[in-house]
């Protein structure tokens, strides 16, 4: 009897493995008829997939330049897409996105640069990215041209500075062993350097030159970081910011004869030229010209250097972060849109943008390349904060004020103006414009 019992028991216990089997066997040949497990696992997995988002943008670089970057993302997150658009900078990108802005088709990313700035964040365009946590790889110094009322609105990951490159070996036959620490300083060398017969500097004195805004910055800002701030809030004048460093411009430069008229009729090619063949010791630049320098003079020794304030250790460059990529703030793909920025703020996505685009990565844990004759103006200028660029600085009117600007610093090289008749100019401009 119990022997029965028992094998009636395994009887029982065979039947019920076998039809488990085959009913799961029946499962997987209706979802697939391919026997494979793994197959079912991964349609199963299938369903919980994120669903397909294509992310629009208009970039300021195109689409060859911003590849690697768009396809790491990619690799990383496939199931975002992207539609490219590109303008090129800086007028036809700034009058595309405009419109698209006023007829609400502007895509989810977008880029926000000095000249659109006010219009973009006044108009509620833009996100408000500050307190986003990727923004902590962004230099505080980058901030302030993609910020209003402390608020940041865009994502930079470059920037540029611009200084005077100076030949070497001429320093040294004019008798120059160190770089100048005092404007004074500088424009002694400059006198050196003609004494040795030897044209000391070329500059073409036009828009807001390399020269006067890094001046501003190492007699002006050193001491007061927000003058411009206060100007633009009536607070302060041109006449009180600007009539030194013009008059330290005049009486150092063009009453020493070191700048010349004729210089204003000259291209930036010419100017760059000359300098290459080792026909003038210095003249203002920046990394755009570096290259070219070498090729027209492969034994050339040069480098780039700050121009000096009147006191010692007051140093600037001339110069400013890199745009910024905003988030439209009516996209519907947010999430996404952020996940991108996000991105560029990794090793690498930052390692793709500057393979890419060829800009100069400053941002805060990254390791950047650049030339040796470049590396003062990276160091001391662009990661030290020591750049400033009036059109980026400046809140509003900025072309109105540039051109009043131009015009006043040719004024003074021929001697039809004064310092203080061109700084009363700007004042005069600045509330012209305001009273509109």
């Given at each position: 009897?119990?022997?029965?019992?028992?094998?009636?028991?395994?009887?029982?216990?065979?039947?019920?493995?076998?039809?488990?089997?085959?009913?799961?066997?029946?499962?997987?040949?209706?979802?697939?008829?391919?026997?494979?497990?793994?197959?079912?696992?991964?349609?199963?997995?299938?369903?919980?997939?994120?669903?397909?988002?294509?992310?629009?943008?208009?970039?300021?670089?195109?689409?060859?330049?911003?590849?690697?970057?768009?396809?790491?993302?990619?690799?990383?997150?496939?199931?975002?897409?992207?539609?490219?658009?590109?303008?090129?900078?800086?007028?036809?990108?700034?009058?595309?996105?405009?419109?698209?802005?006023?007829?609400?088709?502007?895509?989810?990313?977008?880029?926000?640069a000095?000249?659109?700035?006010?219009?973009?964040?006044?108009?509620?365009?833009a996100?408000?990215?500050?307190?986003?946590?990727?923004?902590s790889?962004?230099?505080?110094?980058n901030?302030?041209?993609?910020?209003?009322?402390?608020?940041?609105?865009?994502f930079?990951?470059?920037?540029?500075?611009?200084?005077?490159?100076?030949?070497?070996?001429?320093?040294?036959?004019?008798?120059?062993?160190?770089?100048p620490?005092?404007?004074?300083?500088?424009?002694?060398?400059?006198?050196?350097?003609?004494e040795?017969?030897?044209?000391?500097?070329?500059?073409?004195?036009?828009?807001?030159?390399?020269?006067?805004?890094?001046?501003?910055?190492?007699?002006?800002?050193?001491?007061?970081?927000?003058?411009?701030?206060?100007?633009?809030?009536?607070?302060?004048?041109?006449?009180?910011?600007?009539?030194?460093?013009?008059?330290?411009?005049?009486?150092?430069?063009?009453?020493?004869?070191?700048l010349?008229?004729?210089?204003?009729?000259?291209t930036?090619?010419?100017?760059?030229?000359?300098?290459?063949?080792g026909?003038?010791?210095?003249?203002?630049?920046?990394?755009?010209?570096?290259?070219?320098?070498?090729?027209?003079?492969?034994?050339?020794?040069?480098?780039?250097?700050?121009?000096?304030?009147?006191?010692?250790?007051?140093k600037?460059?001339?110069g400013?972060?890199?745009?910024?990529?905003?988030?439209?703030?009516?996209?519907k793909?947010?999430?996404?849109?952020?996940?991108?920025?996000?991105?560029?703020?990794?090793?690498?996505?930052?390692?793709?943008?500057?393979?890419?685009t060829?800009?100069?990565i400053?941002?805060?844990?990254?390791?950047?390349?650049?030339?040796?004759?470049?590396?003062?103006?990276?160091?001391?200028?662009?990661?030290?904060?020591?750049?400033?660029?009036?059109?980026?600085?400046?809140?509003?009117?900025?072309?109105?004020?540039?051109?009043?600007?131009?015009v006043?610093?040719?004024?003074?090289?021929?001697?039809?103006?004064?310092?203080?008749?061109?700084?009363?100019?700007?004042?005069?401009?600045?509330?012209?414009?305001?009273?509109?």
């Amino acid at each position: 009897m119990k022997k029965t019992s028992l094998l009636l028991l395994i009887t029982l216990l065979c039947l019920s493995v076998v039809l488990a089997a085959c009913g799961k066997n029946s499962n997987t040949g209706n979802k697939g008829n391919t026997g494979n497990e793994g197959t079912t696992n991964n349609a199963e997995k299938g369903n919980d997939a994120p669903k397909p988002v294509k992310l629009s943008i208009l970039a300021w670089n195109n689409e060859k330049e911003m590849k690697p970057v768009i396809d790491g993302f990619k690799e990383k997150y496939p199931h975002i897409s992207f539609d490219f658009q590109f303008a090129p900078p800086v007028k036809d990108y700034i009058a595309k996105l405009q419109t698209m802005l006023l007829s609400n088709t502007a895509p989810d990313i977008f880029i926000i640069a000095a000249e659109n700035r006010n219009e973009i964040i006044d108009g509620g365009y833009a996100l408000d990215l500050t307190d986003e946590p990727f923004m902590s790889v962004m230099l505080d110094s980058n901030k302030p041209m993609l910020s209003k009322d402390g608020r940041t609105y865009a994502f930079t990951q470059s920037g540029w500075a611009g200084g005077l490159f100076y030949n070497k070996q001429l320093f040294q036959k004019a008798g120059i062993t160190k770089l100048p620490e005092t404007w004074d300083e500088f424009i002694q060398d400059c006198l050196k350097l003609k004494e040795a017969g030897i044209i000391p500097l070329y500059d073409r004195m036009h828009d807001i030159t390399i020269i006067h805004s890094a001046m501003f910055g190492s007699n002006v800002l050193s001491k007061d970081p927000t003058f411009d701030e206060k100007l633009f809030k009536g607070e302060a004048t041109f006449a009180e910011g600007w009539t030194e460093v013009l008059t330290m411009w005049k009486e150092g430069l063009i009453d020493n004869k070191i700048l010349t008229p004729d210089m204003i009729g000259l291209t930036g090619d010419q100017v760059m030229n000359e300098f290459s063949l080792g026909n003038v010791a210095m003249f203002p630049g920046g990394p755009w010209n570096i290259a070219t320098i070498e090729k027209t003079n492969p034994d050339i020794e040069f480098e780039i250097m700050p121009i000096p304030g009147k006191e010692p250790g007051n140093k600037y460059y001339n110069g400013a972060p890199g745009v910024g990529f905003a988030v439209n703030s009516k996209t519907k793909n947010k999430e996404e849109a952020l996940l991108f920025l996000e991105y560029m703020t990794t090793q690498e996505g930052l390692k793709q943008f500057e393979e890419g685009t060829g800009g100069i990565i400053t941002a805060h844990g990254y390791e950047t390349k650049v030339h040796p004759a470049y590396a003062p103006a990276y160091n001391d200028g662009l990661m030290a904060g020591k750049i400033y660029l009036p059109m980026v600085s400046w809140d509003r009117h900025q072309e109105a004020l540039r051109n009043q600007f131009l015009v006043s610093i040719q004024d003074i090289a021929v001697n039809k103006i004064t310092p203080e008749q061109a700084t009363a100019y700007l004042d005069k401009k600045l509330k012209e414009m305001e009273n509109k």
